[in-house]
């Protein structure tokens, strides 16, 4: 029997076998990793001249550029709702933090590396994932996960992430070597279409036609403004995010005001890069991709339903195969549990930003709650809208297709009263979502995370791409990693010629749209939907 299978980086169940405390957990994982090759630093790498590194939760001094009262508030009742262990300690141990080397923070990275190749299998058979119940307290909206596995993961590596060091970034200031690269993704399956930029000037300017709009009056110039982030607090030593380039001719002839023979340029042009890295990971792929667009729509259509409801995507075999296809159970695990990549706490890429642990919940906060609030039409034109008009293009067509699609595929429960009349726009948003945009920002972007060509740290320093920084990265790039199932397959499962022929139809047009957008080397050949996998 084929089976579909999602991603679920989650702990077996040997690590809690002695699950008395958490030394004694911490005790267990260490040990998986102690001979590994990956943790040995090379000598000459241990120490760098480089004192710029940030290393503390300390906000700038930054002459009370501050949250207002409200907004700290606000802040504080988010973190409040993250789901975190109730013994959690308040900070780190001093002997921890005070240690000068990165070997503690580099196994637990390692350990998260490791544990994104566990698969966990979903048979396309049973049931569709249907919840009567919601959590009480989350980080942001999800159906809480039915099995404790999943609780004690997040419980247990969100302290694990809570008490481990940060990252010192001014030792293992050596060029990250390739072969680490290969240590620490092992034999994970890699997206098969992924943009290889050589820079992170070069990702920026490959990315150009998917984030810089047209300038009114002027079509030879397009402009990508960055400028909200600049409302955001970072940790001393850092500078804030923020920054407006104009690009023209293929490059980027101006940053805010500041010219190419402007002293300020450079400088400028690195805030604006390590800007354009959260804007792309942190906003578009883990913000909007996985949380305010498709988990608020995989909960609208499978949590607190009625019975009817549910019958009738059972009883319906193509339209019931398109809903389970789209809401297997991991992915709202995967979105549970990427509180550990993006909230507080000394996540994961709150450990790669010069965001504080305040602030990285401020701007978690005000684009999640700008985008849930979207209807999907808005949904698309916003993201259309903000690059090139062939961009915008393929964008609106893509969405067109996935109604199409889902309309026909869906056409004998259509007119039923147990759907709401939004439901199957929702569920259109979802095979959009999880196609044409996750694919695009998620999954051809991961090469550039893991080599630095997004960066994160905003020092206004030329990004460079070191053992300390790229150990850091690549685990980032891993856990954010999902295996992709081929179109072809899934097509077959559809149980008429007609719905088979929408699906493909589908995704020729996808193929068409990765064309039209104008980013080379963009293709939907092969894939689509980012957490799930056939496995025959």
Not at 32 to 47: D, G, M, Q, Y
Not at 99 to 111: G, I, K
Not at 238 to 258: D, H, M, N, W
Request: aromatic letters at 10%.
């Amino acid at each position: 029997m084929m089976r579909v299978r999602a991603l679920a980086p989650i702990l077996t169940l040997s690590l809690w076998q002695r699950v008395g405390s958490f030394t004694t957990v911490a005790s267990t994982t260490s040990s998986i990793f102690v001979s590994r090759a990956a943790l040995a630093t090379p000598p000459s790498c241990s120490i760098g001249s480089d004192d710029s590194f940030i290393d503390s939760d300390i906000a700038e001094d930054d002459g009370g550029r501050v949250p207002t009262k409200e907004e700290q508030a606000a802040i504080d009742d988010a973190i409040s709702n993250t789901y975190l262990p109730d013994d959690l300690p308040k900070e780190p141990s001093e002997e921890l933090s005070q240690r000068n080397d990165n070997s503690e923070l580099f196994e637990l990275l390692l350990e998260f590396a490791n544990l994104v190749k566990i698969q966990d299998p979903v048979d396309l058979n049973e049931d569709i994932d249907f919840s009567k119940y919601d959590p009480e307290k989350c980080m942001y909206h999800y159906v809480k996960p039915i099995r404790l596995i999943d609780n004690l993961g997040l419980s247990y590596y969100k302290l694990k992430l809570h008490l481990a060091p940060s990252l010192k970034m001014n030792i293992d200031t050596c060029d990250m070597p390739k072969e680490r690269y290969t240590e620490i993704l092992g034999k994970l399956v890699l997206p098969l279409n992924m943009m290889k930029a050589s820079s992170p000037v070069d990702c920026f300017m490959e990315n150009a036609p998917a984030f810089c709009a047209p300038v009114a009056g002027n079509d030879e110039v397009s402009v990508c403004n960055l400028d909200y982030l600049t409302k955001y607090q970072v940790k001393r030593g850092s500078l804030r995010y923020g920054g407006k380039a104009l690009v023209k001719g293929g490059e980027i002839i101006e940053i805010s005001g500041y010219q190419r023979s402007d002293p300020e340029f450079d400088e400028k042009l690195n805030i604006f890069l390590s800007s354009f890295g959260v804007h792309v990971v942190l906003v578009h792929h883990a913000l909007m991709g996985h949380l305010a667009i498709y988990q608020k729509y995989m909960m609208r259509l499978t949590s607190k339903r009625s019975e009817a409801y549910q019958n009738l995507w059972m009883e319906n075999k193509s339209a019931g195969f398109l809903l389970k296809a789209l809401t297997p159970r991991a992915t709202n695990s995967v979105n549970w549990r990427i509180q550990n990549l993006i909230g507080p706490h000394k996540s994961l890429i709150g450990r790669a930003t010069s965001f504080t642990k305040y602030s990285i919940m401020h701007l978690n906060r005000d684009k999640y709650n700008e985008f849930y609030h979207m209807e999907p039409d808005a949904v698309v034109e916003e993201i259309g809208s903000k690059g090139s008009m062939d961009w915008n293009l393929a964008c609106q067509t893509a969405w067109m297709a996935a109604q199409r699609c889902v309309n026909i595929i869906c056409r004998d429960i259509r007119a039923r009263e147990e759907l709401k009349d939004t439901d199957l726009r929702d569920l259109a948003m979802l095979l959009w979502t999880g196609t044409f945009y996750h694919g695009f920002v998620g999954d051809f972007q991961l090469d550039n995370v893991i080599k630095g060509n997004l960066p994160f740290l905003a020092t206004g320093n030329k990004h460079r791409q070191t053992l300390a920084y790229g150990t850091l990265s690549t685990v980032i790039g891993a856990t954010t990693s999902q295996r992709t199932m081929d179109m072809n397959t899934l097509g077959k499962f559809f149980s008429t010629e007609e719905d088979r022929e929408a699906w493909k139809e589908y995704h020729q047009v996808l193929a068409a749209c990765a064309k039209i957008s104008g980013i080379k080397g963009f293709s939907y050949d092969d894939t689509v939907y980012n957490a799930i996998d056939f496995e025959t």
